[in-house]
């Protein structure tokens, strides 16, 4: 089917609409650089720096290392096989929030939720409203199903402006509500989040809330608190999580959706039909030994990153540069300069910062944080090329 793309986007006063929508799906791909580092690529082994998607730099615990290589098994184990172990990750983290295994649904990665909720939620004149940026993955998709997609931009300190996403909100069908916001790195407190929800669920009574949980973990914030307990009981409301980034499991792809028994029914008969079910053995086991692993490995997890997070965030301020506030493994910080131009010039000293995030690409950069060693090296690298960017205006 031949899909005219972007010809439903609607923004609300910004532009650039279409060129967001584009970067769906650019995350990750790393690999050439993570093969060159393992020495398995046959190329010099250089060891980048990766600061240009959001992942733990540390990779999972030995507990879920553990777990895999158990899965994986000697030959004729169980990786040969068609082992399920979805009805045994589903109760693990049902048990983890204490909601009913009918409250959760499996993805390959959170993407794969978001893209059936999209699916689902959206239409013809149901429209998806995001802001303008959020991470892309549902704009991308409502776009591609030719379903209108209504953008709204966020406010001056680049947090969510609650008052104008519930006015795109009125006879939307999903609002995809990214908290902290990727790639901003801003959150909004648990508080405005519920009144935002309610204000919804008055003024636009068949519209669906997607709550992105993707950073939970990393939150400092102290007005923080899970929907989960919300999305259990209101079939208006669904929470997507991933074990993507505090659990360090990116490359294994896993997240799951919680919400109320009727929507993660929806889901799954969606992924029945669309043949979406099948995870992956070595995936699964990975979850069922993260999420039932001592809560320290989270905790820590956190202070690591915000260790990072300070040190980075710190430099830049030295450095009069105003980075958005960040409750996330990652940092939105304006350069006064187009991104690409700071990239390449990392880049070609070994650092790699995150890629164009329209409408804000002539001035901010995103950078994820690396562990506390990679960011001190980092920082000298980013003097060196804002240096010579300001020796060249003098
Ligand atoms: C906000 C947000 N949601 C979802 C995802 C998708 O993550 P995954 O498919 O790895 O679970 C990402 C990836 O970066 C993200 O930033």
Redesign the pocket.
Known sequence: MAINRRRFVQTMGAGAAGAWIAGRGL?GGLWPELAAMQGTSGAAAVSPIILSS?ENPVGPGKVVLDAVRAALGASGGPAGRYSNAAGALTEAIAKKFGVKPENVALGC???QL?RSSTHLFTGPTKALVATIPA?E?CAGYADMMGHPVRAVPLGPDLKMDLDKLADASRGAGLVFY?NPN?PVSTYVGARPTRDYISRVNRISPDTTILI?E??FDYVTDPDHATHVPLAVEDPRVLV?R?F?KAYGM?GL?L?YAIGHADTIKKMQDLDAATGNSSLNVLAMQAGIAAIAQDPGFIAAERARNTSSRDFTMKWFMDHGMKPADSQANFMFVNLGRPAKDFRDACAAKGVKVGRDFPPYEKTHCRISFGTMDEMQKAVVVFGEVLAKRAETAA
Request: net charge negative; proline share 0%.
């Open positions: 995350e959001n990665g959170s993407t978001l991470y993955e990214c990727n992105d993707a950073y997507a991933t993507s990116a792809r997240g």
